[in-house]
């Protein structure tokens, strides 16, 4: 399973994901879930994908013409005049792929079996920054100001943290500590999703990763947040107002 964050800030936009792959519980793999391609001062496109491997590993591929010679090679996403048409683009590659397997496979292939679901986050030069949630059926559905933020894969356990947390002025150093919050909460509670996770930060007009950072489980920063925010909570909690069974109605 995966999880897969992306956050629309006024500054920009935030993303992250895990890499964890899993077939059962004793085939676990580690593959990146983030790709992203830019064109220095004019585009930056960023996907993340979630569900079956070898369907998204066929989008990214299919994207990137990768089974032409390299200087053969076109990548639509690069032409492609708005944020609009880019994940138009993703949400017809990605049914027609999953269309492909399952006719390939017939009555075989269960339901949902070749499902997967992106997220493609990014902007070209003249227009906002822009994200988008694209479904396994191709069509999509945009960010705004009141859904800032999309989520895919193992989403419930993060979720509740930064509904409460985020805010749409924050700085872009304070939403990659929200997100961290987030990762490691589902972390804790699910093994579906692990380290490392992919982080990057794109800060509007900026066409180019402002930030970009893989996170292993030593890495110092993260071992802190997941400490202190334990911490927190047992704090907070032993400071709420306590229960009694005598109390007056």
């Known amino acids: 399973m995966t999880y897969c964050v992306g956050m629309m800030l006024e500054r920009g936009l935030v993303c992250m994901s895990d890499t964890r792959t899993n077939s059962g519980v004793d085939n676990i793999s580690t593959f ?9 001062g004019e585009r930056i496109i960023t ?10 590993q066929a989008v990214i591929s299919q994207l990137e013409e990768r089974n032409k010679a390299p200087s053969d090679r076109h990548n639509s996403l690069l032409e492609a005049e708005t944020m609009f048409q880019v994940a138009t683009i993703v949400g017809n590659l990605l049914h027609e792929t999953i269309a492909s397997r399952v006719e390939d496979n017939g009555q075989r292939a269960a339901a949902g ?16 920054p822009r994200l ?10 945009e960010a705004s100001r009141d859904t800032p ?7 419930k356990y993060g979720r509740p943290i930064i509904i409460r947390g985020y805010d749409p002025e924050m700085s872009m150093e304070d939403a990659v500590k929200l997100l961290m919050v987030s990762f490691d909460s589902t972390l804790k509670a699910n093994l579906s999703v692990g380290l490392p996770l992919d982080l990057q930060v794109i800060e509007r007009n900026g066409f180019k990763p402002k930030h970009e950072h893989r996170i292993t489980h030593d890495d110092p920063y993260f071992q802190a947040i997941s400490s202190s925010w334990g911490d927190a909570l047992k704090n907070a909690f032993h400071s709420l107002p306590d229960y009694s069974f005598y109390r007056e109605d």
Do not use: C, D
């Open 113 to 128: 079996t070749f499902s997967a679901t992106i997220i493609v986050a990014g902007q070209i030069a003249g227009m906002e």
């Open 32 to 40: 990146r879930k983030m790709n992203h391609w830019e064109v220095p």
């Open 47 to 56: 996907i993340m994908t979630a569900g079956n491997l070898a369907t998204t």
């Open 132 to 141: 988008f949630m694209i479904y396994p059926e191709g069509n999509f559905i």
């Open 149 to 155: 933020f999309f989520q895919i894969g193992e989403t």
